[in-house]
């Protein structure tokens, strides 16, 4: 005996309602596939480039004239570091104690103690000719108030392949190149324990650090 026609109409519809639940769960995987997706991408850190507007600034004045710093948005442990010792003004008075005409210039010894730090290496740490990095000894995550200012290329140095990968450059110098480059040039005498030649003959003093901006 055939099917009747209610019976037709009756199969018909229940097709329809499991399309339209299959249609509908679907639609749910697929919006709740895209929603993961995006979060993940969302939650991703976004790459921060070395300097912006709102980079902070920093004026040495010193007994040979002013030096503006321009600290790095990318390394913030660092500048950070950096950034609360000029606030509590301990690099006052403190000298640039170790100078290399064609290497760098040393200051931040200061008399207290601060807490060490983690390097911040990652990518673009280039110890480039008016940057300045932290100074450290030769254990990792060692470094806490001294700093230097590269006189020249020092990460392209053969005889240091692994200086760009050692020391944290957190800035650049804005202003008062010739001041950098005349600390560099004064005298100096041997370190009577290494024989170095870096001792200042006359030191030049920090006489205040400054946030300018």
Known sequence: MAPSKNRRVTKK???NKLSLIIG???LIVIVAVAFAIISEFANKPK???AYSDTSTKVQLQTTDGNITLLLRDDKPITT?????IV???WY???TFHRVISYFMIQGGAINRTIPAISDEIGNN????PYTIAMAKTIQPNSATSEFFINKDDNGNNPNNPTFDSTYTVFGKVIEGQSVVDKIANGPVTANPLTGEMSVPVNPVTIISATIIS
């Open 24 to 26: 509908v769960i679907a």
């Open 125 to 128: 740490n280039r110890n480039l």
């Open 13 to 15: 519809k229940s097709s």
């Open 87 to 89: 606030e509590n003004g």
């Open 47 to 49: 790459p921060t480039s």
């Open 80 to 84: 950070a570091n950096f950034i609360n």
């Open 92 to 94: 006052s008075n403190s």
